[in-house]
Every structure is written in structure tokens, then in C-alpha cells.
């Protein structure tokens, strides 16, 4: 190699050693600011999805709170007579539940079982039906409660 | 020896046990449905009134409103309506699906309804209901009363 082309390859490298130094710092931001947005979307993802189950778990422990309140109704009312006092005022407590917070928590098989007791309560005060059809609804109906909040369904 | 012997035996009764609980089992359903089959439809039929028909006076068979369904022991009904004034008559077939110890399903013409039995001062009801799984549905009943015979 003589002296010209040595002299020429010297110039070259000035020249490009820097633009490539350039372009190596520049990769290096994009890369850390790409890793900085994953970083971010990552822990994002991360808070939504425990908020998710946060939720979940409130509401599966609300639906267990709810399910206990109206077991306890229903058998209430299944073991009431229509012609006592306190019949009505146990249906309107019922008829609150029916039409408030059960709709927040019900399944579809608890909402049928609702239907059917709240059919059958109807049915009793009009003389269509009997206590012993009441209990066998009220029995469903908790069943079909228990179903629901069985192990394996809280989050 | 003799623990051999009687072992057949106990195997014998325990397979007529359960042929006896089979049979009365099946015999108790047969007879809950006869049961409901004679209350809707009697030996001969029964008639049931939706709403009671009123005819006008004179000539002709003018009705004003009503509507009546025969069932009968064949498994048919009449259903007599009054519509635009003049008694409509079709006959469609019935027959029971199901019986538990909550709901009797009931086929009326291709239809199925919950089928209620109840009695009062007033008489003897019946009604067929269809009803909805869900909160917002509608639950229809169409209230029938036995005729006097």
C-alpha cells in the first residue's frame, strides 16, 4: 500500500467513524426508549389485570353476601304462613332484592331460580299454590345460589 | 356350605326389590299424570271456560265475546272463540309432558305451558301459564274456570 491510498483510507475512516458513532448513540436512544415503553405498557397491563381480579373478587364476595341475604329470605317466607302479619312485609323485602342487587350479581340459573320463587310466592298469596311448592322453590333456588359461589368460581 | 347357598338367594331378592321399586316408581308417575290427564279431561271431557260465550238473541249464531276449550279424554281439544262476531271452532290435539312435584308441562296444539290445577269457593281453575327465565320477561297466564256440567 503506498503512500496516496494509505493517506486516502485514513480520510475515509475520519469521515465515517464519526457518522457511525452518530448512528450508534442514536440506535442506542430509540432502543432505550422502545424498552422504557414496553417497561411502562407492561406494568400497565399488569395494573388493569389486578385491578380485573380486584373487582371480581369484590363482587364474587358481594354475590356470596347477597345469596346468603336471600337464602335467608326465602326460607323466611317459605316458612311463613300467607295469613300471618309479617308475610307481606318479608315479600316486599324479597321484592326489593328481586329487583335491587340481585340483578348486580345473579348467574342466569339464579335469575330462573328467582323467577320461579318469586312466580310461586305470587301464586301462593292468590291461592294457586301451597307451602310445600314454596319450600321446594325456596330449596332451588338456594342451590342453584350455592352453585354459583361453589369452590372454584372466586377469582 | 351354607353361606354359599343362601347367597343366590339374597341376590334373587335383592333383584326383585328393585324390580318392585322400578315397577312402583313407574306406576306412581303413570298414576300422577292419569291423574292430571282426569282433572283436565274427565272420562268424557271438560269443558273450560277463558271467557264465557255470549251469543246475540235471534237468527243466526251471532256471538258477542267469548272462548272455551273442551279437552277431552282423547287427547283433543275444541277450542270454540268468538271472533268478528261469528264462533270460530278448531280441534287441536293435548297431551301431558312432564309431571314433577312443581310444574306440569302441557302440550296445547304445538304449544307448551305450565299446566295449574286450584280450587276455591267459586269453583274449580285451571290455567296455563308460559313464563320467562329472565327478570324482564313476561309471565302469561290464561286463567281458565270449569263449566258446570
Known sequence: MDEESKRRWDVALGIIAPILTV???LLGVWQFNRGEENKTRLEYQLLAQKDEIDFKRKLWLERLSTYRSIAEQTGKIATTDKTDKSFKDLVHIFDASYWGMMIFVEDPQVEKAMVDFHVEVVDYQNGRSNGDKL?????????????SVAPGTAP | MEDRMSRPFSRITLWLSCLLILISTVSTAQETTGQIEKKLAGSKGHDWIYEKIVMFMGPGDKCKQGERYRFKADHTVVISKCVDSKLQTSTQNWSIQSVDALETHIDVAGTSYILIFWDNSNGHFMLLRTKSDVKVGATIDKQFQLAEE
Open chain 1, 23 to 25: 448512528i450508534g448513540l
Open chain 1, 135 to 147: 319450600k321446594l322453590r325456596a330449596d332451588e333456588l338456594a342451590t342453584a345460589c350455592r352453585k
